[in-house]
């Protein structure tokens, strides 16, 4: 009997959505894991998150990830698969949007610490 090979499905940018879609695969009855790396890039560094599963399951995984709109892409582009999740908010304005948050969370440290003093 041969054993059936692990295969990539995709790669994600982040630890948080590669466990939603192992989870998500899961809760459909396909085994996965997720091997992260780190790639060089250009000025740096960003961590890889490999999504595997059995080349018997690769079709049915893809196709359910598809289907929650976790992945674009088809098998004859596999390397290329991108996730669509997290696109749609430029990073600048992601940042943007956390340092304001930070601001609001300083400011109201301060002016609980000011009030007990």
Do not use: W
Request: proline share 1%; hydrophobic share 40%; net charge negative.
């Amino acid at each position: 009997m041969e054993e059936d090979r692990e295969v990539r499905l995709c790669s994600v940018n982040n630890s948080l959505d590669a466990q939603c879609i192992v989870d998500l695969l899961k809760e459909n009855g396909i085994a996965s894991y997720k091997k992260s790396g780190i790639m060089e890039i250009y000025g740096g560094s960003s961590i890889e998150n490999d999504i595997y599963v059995s080349e018997t399951n690769y079709d049915r995984a893809m196709q359910i990830a598809k289907e929650y709109h976790m992945l674009e892409g088809n098998k004859e582009d596999a390397e290329d698969v991108q996730r669509n999740i997290g696109e749609s908010m430029p990073k600048g304005v992601m940042y943007m949007l956390i340092m304001v948050i930070l601001l609001i969370f300083m400011a109201a440290a301060l002016a609980f610490l000011c009030r007990n003093v």
